[in-house]
């Protein structure tokens, strides 16, 4: 059972335009969630990750925006750039695990 | 090293062959977990080493896989009589801390092909 349901599966936007993948889970038990970013034949690297304490981070041009209540979190990506292209991956993890669960993945393109 | 390191980055094997996935890990991270993303799927987990601690196994699809981990640093995943389900990207990771509240660092992974 897919513990971290992630939508879309693909995403196609023009340059400098808002890029937006969505995220859910069930488990509250679920208490760091991170976003990962994989370009082809590269592992996937760490993009910008929140807790449940707050309901938005920002890091330069990427905002994860966090509903608690609804147990759903997003990635937007402002700007959107050709050099973002790449695989996004949302994942959940609790501290009392050893593992994180992973989205299936949006591949985005951004379109020059 | 500077980031984790992953070998072969490829690898294609007859069907029944057995496989080893080497990772080395970051130097001085504690924590190493293997994870296995298949084509147009999420990552899956398969097994998560912690010091001197017990591995913790319970992502490992069957017993035709294992995993060890040499001295707290280097580890090989090891896939006996290989099916073609066993295709996939095999990657590896590594933190300095159990890793499920500050996230991971991760190989470039190694990508097996059974034929």
């Known amino acids: 059972q897919q513990q971290v349901k992630q939508s879309p599966q693909s995403l196609i936007v023009q340059k400098g335009g808002i890029s937006i993948i969505n995220c859910a889970y069930e488990?509250?038990?679920?208490?760091?969630f991170p976003w990962y970013q994989q370009f082809p034949g590269k592992g996937p690297a760490l993009l910008i990750a929140i807790r449940p304490d707050v309901s938005e981070k920002k890091e330069g041009r990427f905002t994860i925006s966090f509903n608690k209540s609804a147990k759903q979190f997003s990635l937007h990506i402002m700007d959107s750039q050709p050099g973002d292209s790449a695989t996004y991956f949302c994942?959940?993890?609790?501290?009392?695990?050893?593992?994180?669960?992973f989205g299936t993945g949006t591949s985005l393109t951004v379109i020059p | 090293g500077a980031g984790v390191s992953q070998s072969p980055s490829n690898k294609v094997t007859e069907k029944g062959k057995d496989v080893e996935l080497r990772c080395d890990p970051i130097s001085g991270h504690t924590a190493l977990y293997w994870y296995r993303q298949s084509l147009g799927q999420g990552l899956e987990f398969l097994i998560y080493?912690?010091?001197?601690?017990?591995?913790?196994k319970s992502g490992l699809p069957s017993d035709r896989f294992s995993a060890e981990r040499t001295g707290g640093s280097v580890s090989t995943l090891t896939i006996q009589r290989t099916q073609q389900e066993d295709s996939a990207v095999y990657l590896c990771?590594?933190?300095?801390?159990?890793?499920?509240?500050?996230?991971?660092?991760f190989g470039s992974g190694t990508r097996l092909t059974v034929v």
């Open positions: 488990n509250t038990a679920f208490d760091y």
């Open positions: 994942a959940a993890s609790s501290n009392t695990g050893n593992q994180f669960y």
């Open positions: 990771a590594s933190s300095t801390t159990p890793a499920t509240n500050y996230g991971y660092t």
């Open positions: 080493f912690q010091g001197n601690s017990a591995p913790d």
